[in-house]
């Protein structure tokens, strides 16, 4: 049994010492063969493989600075690129902010436009309201003659009359130079004339309201002694412009003084 396991690890260690003997033999006779190589080569073809080396070293040492060249480039391209993208993302910003500011502006300009207009229709409706108010205060008194005292006519045609001593004149729409009363505003005025006569046999004390040339009421009376005061009124719907006047008619006879018998008075009475 002892005999049986001692032989083949015999043989084992015989085999191990065996290879180690042939590498060590091999290894010195690559190294002699490198040796008698070196020995054997030509000058000039050792002095060609060390300039091949010494140029692979140069490129070697050329391709390491070149690779730290890139790795610089590409840190520097990447922080370049990080800090443009951060301007764009600022530039967007204010971009945002201008456009905010714009719409900010418009609204306001739309705003201003709006209340410019509210205060120019505010000032236009208080035109209106100033204009509306001083028409509203139309009215007039006048009496026929400015002094002293005698007869108008008799005329032997319809006369206008012309009441030169004024009461009153509120809206100056009676002229006093023409008799004619101009209304400024459409609406309705009332009118009144009174007349004072002396009687006569002959001429009458007579004088018609007129509207735009058309007769609308007369105030006529007829007696042969003492005094006659004839009068008469009328409410007219006026269009801006109409004028309205006292006709005297004809043969007839108007009397008046410093007391101021003979009136015409108008005024209105609303706007429509």
């Given at each position: ?9 015999l043989?084992?260690?015989c085999?191990?010492?065996t290879?180690?003997l042939q590498?060590?033999?091999d290894?010195e006779i690559?190294s002699?063969l490198?040796q008698?190589?070196a ?6 073809q050792?002095?060609?493989t060390?300039?091949?080396h010494?140029v692979?070293?140069e490129?070697?040492?050329s391709?390491?600075?070149l690779k730290?060249g890139?790795?610089y480039l590409q840190?520097?391209n990447?922080a370049k690129?990080?800090e443009l993208d951060l ?9 945002t ?5 714009e719409q900010?502006?418009?609204?306001q ?8 207009t ?7 409706q208080v035109?209106v309201l100033?204009?509306?108010r001083e028409?509203?205060?139309v009215a007039?008194s006048?009496?026929?003659?400015a002094s ?6 008799p005329?032997?045609?319809h006369t206008p009359?012309v009441f030169?001593?004024v009461?009153?004149n ?10 004619f009363?101009i ?12 007349l004072?006569?002396?009687g006569?046999?002959?001429y009458p004390t007579a ?7 058309n007769?609308i009421v ?5 007696q042969a002694?003492y005094?006659v ?8 719907l006026?269009?801006t412009?109409d004028v309205?006047?006292?006709r ?8 008046d ?8 008075s108008?005024h209105?009475?609303?706007t429509?």
């Open positions: 049994m002892e005999m049986t396991i001692f032989f083949p690890a043989l084992l260690i085999s191990l010492f290879a180690q590498a060590a033999d290894n690559i002699h490198r008698t190589d020995v054997n080569l030509p000058g000039n050792q002095t060609f060390q300039d091949i010494a692979l070293r490129m070697s040492a391709l390491a600075g730290v890139m790795e840190r520097d990447e690129t990080k301007i764009k993302q600022q530039y967007q910003e204010q971009v902010k201008v456009r905010n500011l900010r502006i418009q609204a300009i739309g705003e201003l436009i709006s209340v410019k509210r205060t120019n229709n505010t000032e236009n035109e100033k204009r509306e028409v509203k205060q007039f006048a009496s026929l003659m002293g005292s005698g007869h108008i006519g005329f032997n045609t009359l030169r001593h009461v009153a509120i809206g100056n729409a009676y002229n006093p130079n023409t008799g009363f209304a400024p505003v459409r609406g309705a005025y009332h009118f009144e004339f009174h004072y006569g002396v006569h046999a002959s004088a018609v309201l007129v509207r735009n040339g007769n007369i105030a006529y009376e007829h002694s005094y005061n004839p009068s008469n009124g009328a409410t007219l006026l269009e412009g309205v006047f006292l005297q008619w004809q043969n007839s006879r108007i009397y003084s410093e007391n101021h018998p003979t009136t015409f108008g209105l009475l609303f429509m």
